[in-house]
Nanobody, 111 residues
Framework: QVLLVESGGGLVQPGGSLRLSCVAS????????MGWWRQAPGKQRELVAT???????NYADSVKGRFTIARDNAKNTLYLQMNSLKPEDTAVYYC?????WGQGTQVTVSS
């Protein structure tokens, strides 16, 4: 019964930045890993980044050094700071918690 709602997507120029948020309707447990995934048209959904309850993070090679994942358990919110965006980052971005998915937010990187 936890609902996840992503926001913060939009259209940006290459090299620009966006900050995605995922707010959970319901309490987020600090012991469970949360993650951001993305899916571009014609491609499989791929894992972008994860953050454990401890704060430990993991990133896909394609976004290392550019994206930062963070969580605020008190606010029931997951974040993804996206810097130095590239056209290849264009996708629908989803957050995930305990196999529950949000509706996704569109990120488009284009000149």
């Amino acid at each position: 019964q936890v609902l996840l709602v992503e926001s913060g997507g939009g259209l940006v120029q290459p090299g620009g930045s966006l900050r995605l948020s995922c707010v959970a309707s319901g309490r987020i447990s600090s012991i469970y890993t949360m993650g951001w995934w993305r899916q571009a048209p014609g491609k499989q959904r791929e894992l972008v980044a994860t953050v454990a309850g401890s704060g430990r993070t993991n990133y896909a090679d394609s976004v290392k050094g550019r994206f930062t994942i963070a969580r605020d358990n008190a606010k029931n919110t997951l974040y993804l700071q996206m810097n130095s965006l590239k056209p290849e980052d264009t996708a629908v971005y989803y957050c995930n918690y305990m196999q529950i998915w949000g509706q996704g937010t569109q990120v488009t990187v284009s000149s």
